[in-house]
């Protein structure tokens, strides 16, 4: 019977934190630009005109009710088939994980901006500000206040579900401790520590989602 031996992972522990710095890096960069193209979808949903209401909704309930893995292959695989151009497995996996948060965030977004009292519109529009004026003054830093706890929650959820990019060859922390527990017939070890490091980032943002809900809360109380 094979012994376990977790002595063996500190051997590979370099190779563990630079799959890691990539996870960090993808999560980090589409969870940026996923929340800002996040907000634009959700001014899109609120509007009046359904020629852009219905397309945002769609989109949005089509990312949300589908599996991430099969948005994920779908746009590494057919991507370059439809758009008749090469992308980088990089540039694709970017471009789904971004997708894919755009359509949750825009949730948080819509939620927040529903939450805003109506008298602060009219007071805009007695004040005669312009409709960007509103939206990047008014608007968007009260519903970026009400958003964060959710939105954090968001970035825990990306940073798990970014696990799913190693199914595609791209080599972040999943990828390489597969790869490492493959080689050296180590499972146990390298899935095991692969799990504790995911573990070890999480769940102090998971801690600070609720230190930052528990302030607003205690703000906003009224």
Same mark, same amino acid.
């Given at each position: 019977?094979?012994?376990?031996?977790?002595?063996?992972?500190?051997?590979?522990? @370099?190779?563990?934190? /630079?799959? =890691?710095?990539?996870?960090?890096?993808?999560?980090?960069?589409?969870?940026?630009?996923?929340?800002?193209?996040?907000?634009?979808?959700?001014?899109?949903?609120?509007? /009046?005109?359904?020629?852009?209401?219905?397309?945002?909704?769609?989109?949005?309930?089509?990312?949300?009710?589908? +599996? =991430?893995?099969?948005?994920?292959?779908?746009?590494?695989?057919?991507?370059?088939?439809?758009?008749?151009?090469?992308?980088?497995?990089?540039?694709?996996?970017?471009?789904?994980?971004?997708?894919?948060?755009?359509?949750?965030?825009? $949730?948080?977004?819509?939620?927040?901006?529903?939450?805003?009292? &109506? $008298?602060? @519109?009219?007071?805009?529009?007695?004040?005669?500000?312009?409709?960007?004026?509103?939206?990047?003054?008014?608007?968007? +830093?009260?519903?970026?206040?009400?958003?964060?706890?959710?939105?954090? &929650?968001?970035?825990?959820?990306?940073?798990?579900? &970014?696990?799913? #990019?190693?199914?595609?060859? #791209?080599?972040?922390?999943?990828?390489?401790?597969? *790869? #490492?527990? *493959?080689?050296?017939?180590? +499972?146990?070890?390298?899935?095991?520590?692969?799990?504790?490091?995911?573990?070890?980032?999480?769940?102090? =943002?998971?801690?600070?989602?609720?230190?930052? $809900?528990?302030?607003?809360?205690?703000?906003?109380?009224?």
């Amino acid at each position: 019977m094979m012994t376990i031996d977790f002595s063996i992972v500190f051997s590979y522990w @370099h190779v563990l934190l /630079k799959g =890691l710095g990539l996870t960090l890096a993808i999560t980090l960069s589409c969870a940026l630009i996923g929340s800002l193209a996040g907000f634009l979808v959700s001014l899109l949903r609120i509007s /009046k005109f359904r020629i852009l209401k219905w397309p945002t909704a769609l989109y949005v309930e089509f990312f949300r009710g589908t +599996p =991430l893995l099969i948005q994920l292959f779908w746009v590494f695989f057919c991507f370059p088939v439809v758009l008749g151009v090469n992308i980088p497995p990089y540039v694709s996996v970017v471009i789904a994980l971004t997708l894919y948060m755009a359509a949750i965030t825009s $949730e948080t977004f819509r939620g927040a901006l529903k939450s805003i009292a &109506s $008298e602060q @519109h009219d007071a805009c529009t007695a004040l005669g500000l312009t409709s960007r004026i509103k939206v990047f003054y008014v608007v968007f +830093p009260q519903a970026l206040l009400r958003s964060i706890p959710p939105l954090l &929650s968001n970035v825990v959820s990306l940073f798990k579900e &970014s696990a799913l #990019i190693s199914s595609v060859g #791209i080599a972040d922390l999943m990828f390489i401790g597969q *790869n #490492i527990s *493959n080689s050296t017939a180590r +499972p146990v070890e390298f899935l095991s520590a692969v799990a504790v490091i995911y573990f070890l980032v999480a769940f102090p =943002l998971t801690r600070l989602v609720g230190v930052v $809900e528990g302030r607003l809360l205690r703000r906003y109380a009224y």
